[in-house]
Each structure stands twice: as C-alpha cells, then as structure tokens.
C-alpha cells in the first residue's frame, strides 16, 4: 500500500481513539461543575453523591485521553517531517499556549478535585472542579485553534523555498481568529458537552430501569438531559454557520459534503444518496437548489462544483465525505428529537415511567461519539489534497526517509495497544457504572475535621 496512504490511515487510527476520551472529560466536566453548584445552593448532599461518583469516572477518561494523545505528537516527527518543519512555528506557538493556559490551570486544581473531597470547603472544591473544567476547554481551543489554521491560513508568511520552506507568523491573534477558528471551537465544545450528557444519561437511565439509586438517577439525568436538549439544539446552528464558512473558504470539501460536480447548476441538498464518483453523478432523495438557498437564500444560484478545479485539487473519495456528512447530520437531528421528547415527557411528568424511552437513552451514548468522529472525518478528508489548504500537499509533507514496512509496523503495534487500551478503559468504566455511588459518599465527614482542629 502507498506510504502517503498508510501514513494517513495511522495518523486517522490514533487520532479517532483519542478523540473518545477529550470529548467525554469536557461534557463531564460540565455536568460535574452543575451538580456541584446544586449542591451549593440546595445543601442537598445528594447532589454531591453524584458529582463524586462522576469524578471519578471524569478521572478514567482524563486519563486515558492524556495518554493516547502523547502517540500523536511523535507522528508529527517519523511520519510527518516536511508538515512538521512547514507549521511548526505556527503549531508551536498554538501549543506552548494550550501548556500555558491549558495544561497549568488543569494539574493545578485537578489534584483538589480528585482527593479534595472533606479536606478543602464545598466551595474551594467547586471552584476546583470549575477550574478542571475551563482548563479542559482551553486544551480543546488550542488544538482546535492549530486544525482550523490548517483549513483556513491566516496572520503569516512563507519563509525559504522547496523543502525548507515553512510558515512563520506574523500577526498571533490573525492566526488564533483564523476565518474558521471560532465556528468549529463551538461545534467541537458543543459535541463534547452532548458526548458526556449522554453518557450520563445512559447511565442514570440504567440504573432507573434496574431500581437502582432512583433518587440520585432522577435528580442526575434530568440536570443532563436540559444539557442536552439546549446544546442539541444549539449544535444545528453552529453547524449551518459552520457550514457557510466552508462555503466560503473551502468550496470544494462543500461539493464533495453534498456531492455537487457541476458549476453551472444549482446545489441541491440531499436527505439519502449516493455519490458516482467515476460520472461525476449523484443520486437519492433530494431538495433540488436546497444547498443554493441554504447557502445564498435563493434555490436557483449556481454554486461552485467539483469539476470546476482540476481532479488533482479535488478532495478524494468523495462518497465517503458524503456519506459521513449526511451521518453526521442524521445524528444531530436524532439527538435533538431524543432530547426535546424527553423533555416534553419530563413535563408531562411521564418520563421515567416510560420504560422503553429509557432504553433508547441507555443506547444513545453511542450517538454523540460516532457524531464526533464522523464529523473530523469529514473536515480532514475534504481538505484533501491538501495538508495545509492551498499551500502545502498531503504528498508533499511526508517524511523523506520512512518506509512503507515500517509504517505497516507501527499501525499494527498501535493497534494492538488501543485494543487493550479500549478493553481495559470498558472494562474499569463498567465496573465503576456496577459499582454505582457508594453510600459512604452521603456520609460528610467536615464537621468531624471541624471538630478536630478546633480541639487540637
């Protein structure tokens, strides 16, 4: 297989296994810093049983995220060596910013949150909790601050030429604010916060169906499920205002995302399809012009197709995009459906008495995630051919010296890794689920220790 593809592949591999594990610690953190807020203002110490018990599943999936995220930045160097000269000012300067803001206020308060409880007030571990949280949203703006460069260029210039050439800033926050920057740090945010609702959801749903812990899974799934039902509701305007971006600066991954070849026609948005790459042809159900009116507000305007560009500077496999486009908008509508019914039913007063619903919640945790992957998926594949968009090829960033075998090697020995990584991650994560909040975690132990130093 060709080393550009193999490269490719294994770089896809490590980043989709990562990419499990930020977006849960992000959503989490979220309902974390909610419940413990609850708890502050209701003194309702059942609200700090639950946030206890997501700590520490918060904590398996920190964990695993920071581990499998290190891989990638070795890959940078043996398998990506002219990309990594060519943006690494630009890259470099993005991630001493995610260990400044990022990575500092995380380990700061990361160790109160996890052995803090009945050692510091309720109030200092919030704010702990607060700050984990915030740091784990830095992290995410960085990365997401140095991908988006990647797609739309701003604020630099081009230093030397050929192989030594790289780009150099000159302007930091024209390459922070870069035209694309803003919109898919929203939609990453808000994926991650629909990740980790759903998760708890599920979870809580569960327990609701076994009798288990009743109280607490009422309490915690309806605190997850208005984060749901605004943030799935929100994620569809952040995607059209994503959408119109890419239409703006990325016209070509727009054509391949609704599989529109000809210029001198308007765009039509498909509901199903399928992509005929060899005649340029697409075919399924669909709103003729609805891409035109969605994007200029008129169902008859012309909008750029793939055959406009010659086929070296067409994004590839164009069906795929397609399909994990049209995945991904599938999903964001489910959840919105899933969570505004849930809701309605909620104020009906008939939402945990309906057993089957809580079934279709105990299995949408997978919604989100496949949502989230499918959706980089669609970002990197149509920026295709190039790495760094309209300035440096796929092809041209490779390392010079690494071979084929050697790539083979390593994508096996990765994924044997993430094997074990992925059964291990289930396996703690079902045993803390059939473990379920301990009793002990009701029982506060500060008056105790007030007790204590007030005697010594």
């Keep these: 297989m060709d080393i550009e593809i ?9 980043v989709s296994f990562h990419y499990i594990y930020p977006p849960l610690s992000i959503g989490i953190g979220l ?29 398996l999936t920190f964990g695993l995220g920071v581990a499998t995220g290190i891989v990638m930045e070795f890959e940078f160097g043996t398998n990506w060596a002219t990309y990594s000269r060519y943006v690494g ?10 260990g400044i803001f990022a990575f500092a206020l995380e380990s700061g308060f990361l160790g109160i949150l996890l052995f803090g409880w009945n050692r510091v007030s309720p109030r200092v571990h919030f704010l702990a909790t607060a700050g984990v949280w915030f740091g784990s949203m830095f992290s995410a703006v960085w990365i997401v601050v140095a ?3 990647q797609q739309t260029p701003a604020g630099f210039h081009i230093v030397g030429e050929g192989l030594e050439a790289r780009a150099e800033i000159t302007d930091f926050w024209a390459m922070v604010f870069n035209p694309s920057s803003i919109d898919r740090m929203m939609h990453v945010w808000i994926g991650a916060f629909l990740a980790g609702a759903f998760l708890v959801m599920s979870v809580h749903a569960y327990y609701l ?22 943030f799935s509701v929100a994620q569809l305007f952040t995607g059209h205002h994503s959408a119109d971006g890419v239409a703006e600066n990325q016209p070509m991954k727009l054509a391949a995302m609704e599989g529109h070849f000809d210029s001198l026609s308007a765009a039509s948005m498909y509901v199903l399809g399928w992509v005929n790459e060899e005649h340029h042809r697409t075919d399924g159900i669909r709103i003729p012009g609805g891409l035109s009116f969605l994007t200029h507000g008129d169902f008859t ?4 197709g793939l055959e406009s560009v010659e086929p070296a500077n067409r994004p590839g496999a164009v069906n795929a995009i397609f399909q994990f486009y049209h995945l991904m908008v599938a999903i964001g509508i489910m959840l919105i459906l899933l969570s505004l019914y849930g809701s309605i039913q909620w104020i009906r007063g008939n939402l945990f008495q309906q057993r089957w619903l809580l079934w279709v919640f105990v299995g949408a945790v997978f919604l989100p995630q496949v949502g989230n992957q499918v959706g980089w998926y669609v970002a990197e594949m149509g920026r295709q051919p190039w790495v760094v968009y309209g300035l440096l090829r796929t092809s041209d960033a490779l390392s010079k010296v690494v071979t084929a075998n050697q790539v083979w090697f390593s994508l096996i020995l990765f994924t044997l890794i993430y094997a074990l990584l992925l059964v291990l991650f289930l396996y703690l994560l079902n045993k803390k689920i059939q473990h379920g909040p301990t009793d002990d975690d009701l029982i506060d132990t500060r008056p105790r220790q007030k007790e204590m130093v007030q005697t010594l």
């Design 147 to 149: 991908n988006s460069w």
């Design 89 to 98: 000012d630009v890259f470099g300067s993005a991630l001493a910013a995610e």
């Design 301 to 304: 305007t012309p909008m750029p």
């Design 209 to 230: 169906l076994k009798n288990r812990h009743v109280e607490l899974s009422r309490k915690a799934f309806k605190i997850a499920l208005v984060v749901a039902a605004v």
């Design 6 to 14: 193999l490269s490719r592949i294994q770089f896809a591999f490590t």
């Design 31 to 59: 309902i974390m810093v909610v419940m413990e807020g609850m708890f502050l203002h209701t003194r309702d110490a059942i609200y700090e049983r639950m946030a206890r018990f997501w700590t520490r599943i918060f904590a």
